[in-house]
């Protein structure tokens, strides 16, 4: 059971990014995917979730209407892309998984099956 994140890197105020979480060792049809940063000196803090049942996103305020979680079951990948990317951003971005239907009610300690993360950087 594994996750792996990808597409991180060096950005400018206003680009965008996407990341990748490619799965295996399960089925991601099953599973709820979060996708998670970390900031030096900060807590972990999930900025986006897709449930397995209704495929509807969530989203942390400071990036609703930047961000868009899609989930892709076929390719075992879900995917975080980023516009309009603020220095407030950059961090280590982690995927995480567990088994259930819908995002609500999960905390970061409910996830049981985490990537190794990517780092994202905004500067100009």
């Known amino acids: 059971v594994q996750l792996v994140e990808s597409g991180g890197g060096q950005a400018q105020p206003g680009d965008s990014l996407t990341l990748s979480c490619a799965a295996s060792?399960?089925?991601?049809?099953?599973?709820?995917i979060g996708w998670f940063r970390q900031a030096p000196g900060k807590e972990r803090e999930r900025v986006s979730c897709?449930?397995?049942?209704?495929?509807?996103?969530t989203y942390a305020d400071s990036v609703r209407g930047r961000f868009t979680i899609i989930r892709d079951d076929h390719k075992m990948t879900v995917y975080l892309q980023m516009n309009n990317l603020k220095p407030e951003d950059a961090g280590v971005y982690y995927c995480?998984?567990?088994?259930?239907?819908?995002?609500?009610?999960?905390?970061?300690?409910?996830?049981?099956?985490w990537g190794q993360g990517t780092q994202v950087t905004v500067s100009a």
């Open positions: 995480a998984g567990r088994y259930g239907w819908y995002c609500a009610g999960y905390g970061t300690s409910d996830y049981d099956t």
């Open positions: 060792g399960f089925t991601t049809s099953k599973y709820v």
């Open positions: 897709i449930g397995s049942m209704d495929g509807i996103g």
